[in-house]
């Protein structure tokens, strides 16, 4: 009965730990796009990037990485720190088309 009493208490306690965390994000959001500036991709993402702001507190900055195919772009995201900070804005024909 004791085990239980711990296992109720523990998961009782698992959002007061969300609670202690500070509030995101407290720093500008970085969005790479692997293509160049004034592409249609680019176009979304600025598009996308001002409606987000929008909501949050702090600027998201675009940054155009170009070359290889959008490689070199996916490349920089992939060696960013993990803080959530850093996203990748990606197009594939894959899921623009509609399936029919």
Excluded: C, H
């Amino acid at each position: 009965m004791k085990l239980w009493r711990a296992l109720v208490l523990a998961i009782a306690m698992l959002p007061l730990g969300a609670l202690a965390q500070d509030a995101w994000p407290t720093k500008p959001i970085r969005l790479i796009v692997p293509f160049p500036p004034g592409a249609g991709t680019d176009t979304v993402a600025r598009y996308v990037a001002q409606k987000l702001s929008e909501g949050l507190p702090q600027p998201i900055v675009i940054e155009n990485r170009t070359g290889a195919g959008g490689a070199i772009g996916a490349a920089d995201a992939a060696k960013a720190d993990p803080d959530g900070y850093t996203l990748l804005f990606v197009a594939s024909p894959f899921t623009t088309v509609a399936a029919s």
